[in-house]
């Protein structure tokens, strides 16, 4: 079994700052892409940060210059460090991982796996 916890959602004013924490835990061999998306109501679930296992990261436009991601792959950890917060940063945010896992002596291919996510509300 493998889980990803977030942490550090909360309700913020504009301009303020906010850090997001995801811990993997389980049966994990080993760890590839981690990252974070997020989910406005009535809008599709979208990218806004990812890290590979070798510290490559790649931002959403809306989102570049003001977040900074950044992962612990001994920890099996990623962060999402969001500052100068608008409004339209108002999202529940998902942690994302491609997790490779091992039952027993099986070890099975890389599979994505998400959180349960956390609200980010940026509101005056």
């Known amino acids: 079994q493998v889980q990803l916890v977030e942490s550090g959602g909360g309700l913020v004013q504009p301009g303020g700052s906010l850090r997001l924490s995801c811990a993997a835990s389980?049966?994990?061999?080993?760890?590839?892409?981690m990252g974070w998306y997020r989910q406005a109501p009535g809008n599709q679930r979208e990218l806004v940060a990812i890290?590979?296992?070798?510290?490559?990261?790649k931002y959403a436009d809306s989102v570049e210059g003001r977040f900074t991601i950044s992962r612990d792959n001994a920890k099996n950890t990623v962060d999402l460090q969001m500052n100068s917060l608008k409004p339209e940063d108002t999202a529940a945010y998902y942690c994302?991982?491609?997790?490779?896992?091992?039952?027993?002596?099986?070890?099975?291919?890389?599979?994505?796996?998400w959180g349960q996510g956390t609200q980010v509300t940026v509101s005056s």
């Open positions: 890290m590979t296992r070798g510290g490559r990261s």
């Open positions: 994302n991982a491609e997790i490779k896992r091992r039952s027993g002596s099986v070890i099975y291919a890389p599979t994505n796996y």
């Open positions: 389980g049966s994990i061999v080993s760890i590839n892409d």
